[in-house]
């Protein structure tokens, strides 16, 4: 609708690294995604209109 935004991403990666495979197996990195797509949401819909003339998807 007019007052709401829907942010979905697919992020295909394979960890590398002890770090990398650790967070990822504790969901930090999961974690990070979903604040970042909350907080991008929150940014959007505060502006009350819309940024530019771009409408599309990004493959």
Known sequence: ??????????????????????GAAFGVDDHAV????????????ARGGETGSWRGDVD
């Open 1 to 22: 609708n007019d007052t709401e935004t829907r942010v979905t991403v697919q992020l295909d990666w394979e960890p590398e690294g002890l770090r990398e495979k650790l």
């Open 34 to 45: 979903r604040k970042d797509l909350r907080n991008f949401k929150e940014f959007i819909e």
